[in-house]
């Protein structure tokens, strides 16, 4: 396990560290190196020619909800199919079929969301 | 150890300055190709034919003045960019150039790369939620809406493509298109696997979080100088990402156009960078060419038509595969 770690995995840590470095170095020495003048006009939120007269974070429109739901239980599905396509080989038959019977349920689901309109953006 | 560490590093820096340099002159590429689409001459002032003006555009960026918004969420805000950046440069890690030509090797790269790309929603939607700010609220969560949307379909297509090479390994799956690439067998899959990418980095004629006609520029209005130059360099950088991505799955990578005397002398990065330089003109010819989807109708495109459509052509190859016995050891 150490020598996987050494071999293949270290670059990526590495590579996070020195990432983050490399961002936090440009954005804090863009930062001290210009001149900063902040004023009131300047620090407020962008408004078309108004001053913002209440939070941004006011209700949105569900459906953004909802294409998170169909979109966890889709991309669940495909996470279940990426342990089943590379051990095909060693199943048998049967492996295929129980895969293609789920598929066909998540189908079913799939015909339901449509149906009932979650997918649709008038 | 030190040794080691230092390779890796070395290692590391030989990726990550070109890459920054050719993510520079891919906006000068977009520019200069625009204009020549529209009839004009780009820019053509700094340096020989406009050769600098990338290098004046970040030192102009540099010397701006940070703006900190005054009812923004002062971290986030500062950690928007830095996520976004961050993660355009952890995949190209895994990217074979060549032969032997990559960093680490993992057994799971394409799975790495897939994860990649799904944290860079993350990125925007602290944006759009920290500027506390109208524009950017509405354009990150379009945004994350659309972008979620198509990995769906990018995720049937990766499993497609995976079960054809039987690795994910990245590898292997250039290996594997020695023979044909994948683009002749899975032409289908080719084409949704490049719509999907030009709607996951948000580009035309996907980019409705953007659009500067209602959104002003989206999930960034309230950035300036660094922190919008980072989400700039994130946002090309996650262009060259998908390309590569797409150049691997489909295009057979760094392997030669056909594998006879003049063609495999030319070594295999060279290959590859043409390869990915092919879908870098495509981003930009969609760019010049198409107009603006409305937002129902990427909706619909990703749900109602690339979903089904990947899923189905997925059990007809392992249908295909099992049936004719062509599965991979």
Partial sequence: ?122 | MLYHLGFIIVSLLIIVIPLLISVAYFTLVERKFMGSMQRRRGPNVVGFMGLLQPLADGLKLFAKETILPSNANIVLFVLAPIITFVLSLMGWIVIPFGEGAVVSDINVGILYLFAISSLSVYGIITAGWSSNSKYPFLGALRSAAQMVSYEVSIGFIIVTVVICAGSFNLSTIVLAQSKIWFIIPLFPMFIMFFISALAETNRHPFDLPEAEAELVSGYNVEYSAMGFALFFLGEYANMLIMSGMTTILFLGGWLPLFDIMPLNLIPGPVWFSIKLSIFVIAFIWARAALPRYRYDQLMSLGWKAFLPLSLGWLLFTVACLISFNWLPE
């Fill in chain 1, 1 to 122: 396990m150490q020598t996987l770690f050494y071999e293949e995995y270290s670059p990526i840590l590495v590579m996070s560290i020195l990432a983050v470095l490399l961002s936090v170095i440009i954005l804090g020495a863009s930062f001290l190196l210009s001149i900063q003048k902040p004023d009131t006009e300047k620090l407020s939120a962008y408004e078309c020619g108004f001053d913002p007269y209440e939070d941004a974070r006011n209700a949105f429109d569900v459906r953004f909800y909802i294409v998170a739901i169909l979109f966890i239980i889709f991309d669940l599905e495909a996470m279940f199919l990426f342990p089943w396509v590379v051990s095909i080989t060693h199943i048998s038959s049967m492996g295929l079929w129980v895969m293609v019977d789920f598929l066909i349920e998540l189908s079913i689901g799939f015909v339901y969301a449509w149906k009932i309109g979650a997918l649709e953006w008038e």
